[in-house]
C-alpha cells in the first residue's frame, strides 16, 4: 500500500479521442510523475509536476499534457489517441522533488483500438 | 545503447539461492532507484541510492559511482521474490528519470 490510488484502472477508446488520467498522491508529496508502459517494456518517463508546475518533460509530444492540483491530486491528458498510446500509464509521488523516494500507483491500463 | 542497461534480461533460480542483478548506466546521476514490479503493474520502490550500500530484510543495494554500476542482492531467494527487477538513474540536473529494460526474476519451490 503505498498510497498512490490512480483511476481508471482500465479503460478503451478509439483512435482519435481524447483520455484523462487522474492520480491521488500521498498528503504533503508535491511532486507527482507519469510514465508510459508498454507490454514488455520498462517505463517511459512523460513528464513531472512541482508544486502544480512542470518541471521536466520526456520525449512525448505536446497531445500529453496535465495537470497538478493543490489537493495533491494531478491529471494525464492525451489527445488524438493513437494505438501506440495503449499501455501501462503509472504515476508516481515524492516528498522531494529531486531526491525523494518514489511512491507508484497501481497504474492505468489504456487500450486504443 | 540505452543510458541504462541491467543484466541479465531474464533469471530462473531455485529457492534458496543468492541472487544478483545488475545496472550500468552511462550518464551522470543524483541518484538510482531499485523498483519491483509484480504481474499486473504495480510497481514498488525497493531502495533509492547516491553512494554506498543500503540493507533491507534480504534485500541489498549497493552502488559504485566511479564504476558507474549497482547491484541488487536478494539473499535466501523465496518464489514470492519472483517479480520484474527494474533500476532507473535519475538524471544530474533533469528531473526525468531513465529506466533499465528489466529483469525478470522467477524463483522456483
Known amino acids: 500500500e503505498t498510497g498512490v490510488t490512480q483511476s481508471p484502472t482500465h479503460l478503451i477508446k478509439t483512435r482519435g479521442q481524447q483520455v484523462t488520467l487522474r492520480c491521488s498522491s500521498q498528503?504533503?508529496?508535491?511532486?507527482v510523475s507519469w510514465y508510459q508502459q508498454a507490454l514488455g517494456q520498462g517505463p517511459q518517463f512523460i513528464f513531472q509536476?512541482?508544486?502544480?508546475?512542470?518541471?521536466g518533460r520526456g520525449n512525448f509530444p505536446p497531445r500529453f499534457s496535465g495537470l497538478q492540483f493543490p489537493n495533491y491530486s494531478s491529471e494525464l491528458n492525451v489527445n488524438a489517441l493513437e494505438l501506440d498510446d495503449s499501455a501501462l500509464y503509472l504515476c508516481?509521488?515524492?516528498?522531494?522533488?529531486?531526491?525523494?523516494?518514489?511512491?507508484f500507483g497501481e497504474g492505468s491500463r489504456l487500450t486504443v483500438l | 545503447k540505452n543510458e541504462v542497461e541491467q543484466s541479465p534480461q531474464n533469471l530462473t533460480a531455485q529457492e534458496g539461492e543468492f541472487i544478483t542483478i545488475n545496472c550500468s548506466y552511462s550518464?551522470?546521476?543524483?541518484?538510482l532507484h531499485w523498483l519491483q514490479q509484480h504481474p499486473g503493474g504495480g510497481i514498488v520502490s525497493l531502495f533509492m541510492?547516491?553512494?554506498g550500500k543500503k540493507k533491507h530484510g534480504r534485500l541489498i543495494a549497493t552502488i559504485n559511482i566511479q564504476e558507474k554500476h549497482s547491484s541488487l542482492h536478494i539473499t535466501a531467494s523465496h518464489p514470492r521474490d519472483s517479480a520484474v527487477y527494474i533500476c532507473?538513474?535519475?538524471?544530474?540536473?533533469?528531473?526525468?528519470?531513465?529506466f533499465g529494460q528489466g529483469t525478470r526474476l522467477t524463483i522456483n519451490p
Open positions: 508516481a509521488s515524492s516528498l522531494n522533488v529531486n531526491t525523494g523516494e518514489l511512491f
Open positions: 541510492l547516491s553512494s
Open positions: 509536476y512541482y508544486r502544480e508546475e512542470e518541471n
Open positions: 532507473a538513474a535519475r538524471k544530474q540536473g533533469a528531473q526525468k528519470l531513465v
Open positions: 498528503s504533503g508529496h508535491n511532486t
Open positions: 550518464v551522470g546521476i543524483s541518484a
